[in-house]
């Protein structure tokens, strides 16, 4: 059943007013993604201070605050020193977020192995993108870990079916050009372009204005071109 974000925002608040201080995390996510709340940083990151501190989804959602600035003036070390702590206590967000840090290894030092230890984890968890980063180790290998298609393919579809549209995408390409199996690629296609996935909405431009497997429609070749080139016009035409 799709909860209504508008009502669980109200939740949050009433939750909030019985004094329910853990309730302020989701409320401040709320409002920092604009989601159930008219998107509002500065209240979505003071919520979050106002929330427990020791919690490892209040430390996760300041990490990302001070790293790219959202709500607050930027901080990047202060933003990984969060995310690290919270990585450590096994927040699943923040062991795919720190993850990715240690497996590039740009602004912290890499640590690929404690890297995927994270991502092993976080997708166990259940965490979207944690399963497309670990089906992304299993289709390159690592170090004992051997390449491996069909776990890959299977963990891209996990992370695909929880709404990731980069696994969505990869499966695409998967299907379309590798299998040869057209119509389940364009079906992957549509499922990313759902959020505005860039390469995906090339993808379909292209395989619908040239008919790629699919009949020739010119109309949707031309919405999924608007699609990518403003899709936060493309949002404001269709409301």
């Known amino acids: 059943m799709k909860i209504?974000?508008?009502k669980a925002a109200d939740l949050f608040d009433k939750a909030i007013s019985a004094g329910n201080s853990y309730a302020k995390i989701n409320l401040g996510q709320c409002y920092l993604e604009g989601n159930g709340r008219i998107k509002n940083e500065e209240r979505g990151f003071n919520l979050l201070l106002e929330a427990p501190q020791e919690d490892p989804a209040t430390k996760c959602r300041l990490g990302v605050c001070y790293y790219k600035g959202v709500g607050v003036e930027k901080d990047v070390q202060k933003g990984i020193s969060y995310l690290k702590e919270a990585a450590e206590q096994h927040d699943m967000n923040a062991m795919c977020y720190y993850g990715k840090m240690l497996m590039e290894g740009t602004i912290v030092q890499m640590d690929k192995d404690k890297a995927i230890e994270y991502f092993k984890e976080s997708a166990r968890m259940?965490?979207?993108e944690a399963k497309y980063q670990f089906g992304k180790i299993f289709k390159e290998g690592y170090?004992?870990?051997p390449k491996d298609e069909n776990s890959a393919i299977s963990l891209f579809r996990e992370s695909s079916?929880?709404?990731f549209p980069k696994a969505s995408y990869i499966l695409g390409m998967h299907y379309f050009y590798k299998l040869?199996?057209?119509k389940e690629g364009v079906e992957f296609f549509e499922k990313a372009s759902k959020f505005y996935h860039p390469e995906s909405l090339r993808e379909l431009v292209?395989?619908?204005?040239?008919g790629d497997g699919v009949p020739v429609n010119e109309n949707k070749a031309f919405d999924y071109e608007e699609m990518a080139d403003d899709p936060e016009q493309y949002q404001n035409n269709k409301n």
Do not use: H, L, T, V
Request: aromatic share 4%; glycine share 16%; no cysteine.
């Open 206 to 210: 292209r395989i619908y204005r040239e």
């Open 126 to 128: 259940g965490q979207a």
């Open 161 to 163: 079916d929880k709404g």
């Open 180 to 182: 040869n199996q057209k």
């Open 4 to 6: 209504d974000p508008s």
């Open 143 to 145: 170090g004992m870990i």
